[in-house]
């Protein structure tokens, strides 16, 4: 069955969701299968490299245009199912919005990222630079697309840019197959209407809702039409020569293949080895769920027939992603504010001191061990472990008394996983402002968070050289002045620890 497309090409999918079971339902194989019959690929034997010119469907004349953006591979993305149902032919785009492409580690991998997908589609991508909003109309007209193919984008900007293209494309339908999400923001909601705010119960709905078996697509799913001479084709930049940080490897193949290896290595220890820093306990796969190398159905696909403690938290983690894209879906403000407004009167540090308190986080040099090594992994890998930026995102908020979105700022200046929803609502729930926060009392106290999930210390003497010398989990107390090189500490914990409860406390009685 093709996608059902309502007034101006918007996907209704309440249709469809009525025909289709999920979680693995063979229904679903079905009907990929059926969708793309006339391509005559899905299911056969693989051709050699990319397929070119006409499928010999002669329906439909008009080829398509598939646009890339948070999708950046060719297996289970029912883009290409769309598309191939649509036209016989489409050319594959990749727009250079220079909005979205700050200088950085994320762009560096977003950039390897595309070669990749260029690689895998035989060079048939077209990249081309500029507003999204004039480009695609433009590209669509020269190329006489009759459709044009994209997973819908949640995300506060990108909805809007894409409302913005979808009315600049006049006649020609923008048609929306897909997310980035097992569930789409604004699938989940309460039994009357309303999005949920806390974690547990969306969950519960989350599962109760599943999701679709994996679109069975490849590279010659489409029959992608030769990119060379359109009008605008630019080259893929080359790498910034000054990035000194270590990526992982880019694109789908590796994505794959680092989930295989998780899956088979590690994910029987993943729920008790996840908040351990100093092990390689999670799956890094992060970075290649942000620019949709892998997309998370997959995944929970490989994990329908285990109820397994590992399989069952990362199926959980999995979930957390979903539900900060429907939070954020809902509220879009909260990119920005704090969902519980109370907080908008809670008072932080301002002032020189402040400024040098900040500098010293941002640079792994508060003089608190765990924290700094996680802002040293940071600068390093543009990642960090999940625990540690728990505990420097509590040390900004509640030992500096720093407002939030600064240290969101960092994080998404140099996190190759840069996620606005996953970051921001991770900063307000450990800041205690968002929805699902933690309690506003929880301060983690470093040293002690250092001493139970690094236990050797070995994670802090990796990223602070200058603690080298200190065996043991001493190294999460070191005695003042004794590693030279390495700063006392900036605060005292115990007292910001009082100064934060207070500061809450006001606010509380307002
Ligand atoms: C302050 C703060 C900021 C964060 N910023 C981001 C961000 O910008 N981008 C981002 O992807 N994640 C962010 N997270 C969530 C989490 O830290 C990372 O997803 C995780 O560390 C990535 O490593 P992994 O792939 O090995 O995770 P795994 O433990 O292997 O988990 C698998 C996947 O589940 C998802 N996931 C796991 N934990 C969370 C979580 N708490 N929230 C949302 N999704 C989760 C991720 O997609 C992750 O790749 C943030 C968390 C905090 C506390």
Redesign the pocket.
């Known amino acids: 069955m093709p996608p059902i497309l309502s007034e101006k090409g918007r996907i209704d999918d309440s249709r469809a969701r009525l025909r289709q079971p999920r979680i693995g339902g063979a229904a679903a194989h079905v009907r990929h299968r059926a969708a793309v019959r006339f391509v005559g690929e899905i299911d056969g034997p693989p051709k050699s490299g990319v397929a070119l010119g006409r499928s010999g469907h002669t329906g439909r004349v008009s080829p398509a245009l598939v646009w890339f953006r948070r999708d950046l591979r060719l297996h289970d993305l029912p883009t290409l199912l769309s598309a191939a149902d649509a036209a016989g032919s489409a050319t594959a785009v990749f727009v250079l919005d220079d909005r979205l492409l700050r200088p950085g580690p994320r762009t560096t991998f977003l950039l390897r990222c595309l070669r990749a997908l260029n690689d895998d589609l035989g060079g048939r991508l077209l990249v081309v630079r500029g507003d999204p909003v004039t480009v695609i109309p433009r590209l669509a007209r020269d190329l006489g697309a009759g459709s044009v193919h994209v997973s819908a984008d949640h995300a506060p900007y990108g909805s809007r840019r894409d409302h913005a293209v979808e009315d600049a494309l006049g006649e020609v339908p923008l048609v929306r197959t897909g997310s980035p999400y097992a569930v789409s923001p604004g699938r989940v909601l309460k039994g009357d209407g309303s999005p949920y705010r806390v974690f547990t119960p969306f969950r519960k709905a989350w599962l109760e809702h599943g999701w679709r078996a994996p679109a069975r697509t490849r590279a010659s799913t489409v029959t992608w039409i030769d990119p060379d001479g359109i009008r605008g084709r630019a080259s893929i930049p080359a790498d910034e020569g000054s990035l000194e940080v270590a990526l992982p490897p880019a694109g789908e193949a590796a994505a794959r293949t680092r989930w295989r290896q ?1 899956r088979d290595d590690a994910l029987d220890r ?1 729920d008790t080895d ?1 908040d351990r820093p100093d092990l390689d306990g ?9 620019f949709g190398c892998l997309h ?1 159905r997959t995944l929970l696909h490989d994990l329908r027939d285990r109820s397994d403690p590992g399989a069952t938290t ?1 199926r959980s ?2 979930c ?2 979903d ?2 894209a429907d939070v954020l879906h809902h509220r879009p403000d909260t990119a920005r504010r704090n969902f519980n407004g109370r907080f908008d009167d809670i008072r932080y540090d301002t002032g020189p001191d402040a400024e040098r308190a900040f500098a010293a986080w941002q640079q792994g040099r508060t003089g608190f061990p765990i924290v700094d090594a996680g802002m040293r992994q940071l600068l390093a890998e543009g ?4 625990r540690v ?2 505990i ?2 509590s040390f900004l908020t509640k030992d500096l008394h720093l407002p939030w979105w600064r ?2 700022q960092h ?2 200046d140099h ?1 190759v ?7 921001q ?3 307000q ?2 800041a205690g402002c968002g929805t699902d926060a933690a309690p506003y009392f929880r301060v983690f106290n470093p040293m002690t968070q250092g001493e139970k999930f690094d236990p050797a210390g070995d994670y802090v003497r990796r990223w602070v050289p200058e603690l080298r010398g200190v065996p043991g989990k001493g190294v999460h107390r070191p005695p003042f002045g004794s590693s030279p090189g390495y700063p006392d500490p900036i605060v005292d914990h115990a007292h910001e620890r009082r100064v934060a409860l207070a500061r809450y406390a006001e606010i509380g009685s307002r």
């Not at 999670?282 to 942000?290: D, E, G, H, M, W």
């Open positions: 998780f993943y996840r999670t799956s890094r796969l992060s970075p290649y769920l942000k998370p990362l983690e999995l957390w992603r539900f900060y990642w960090m472990h999940n930026r728990m420097v995102a240290g969101a994080f998404m996190l996983d840069g996620d606005l929803a996953s970051n609502h991770g900063w729930w450990t």
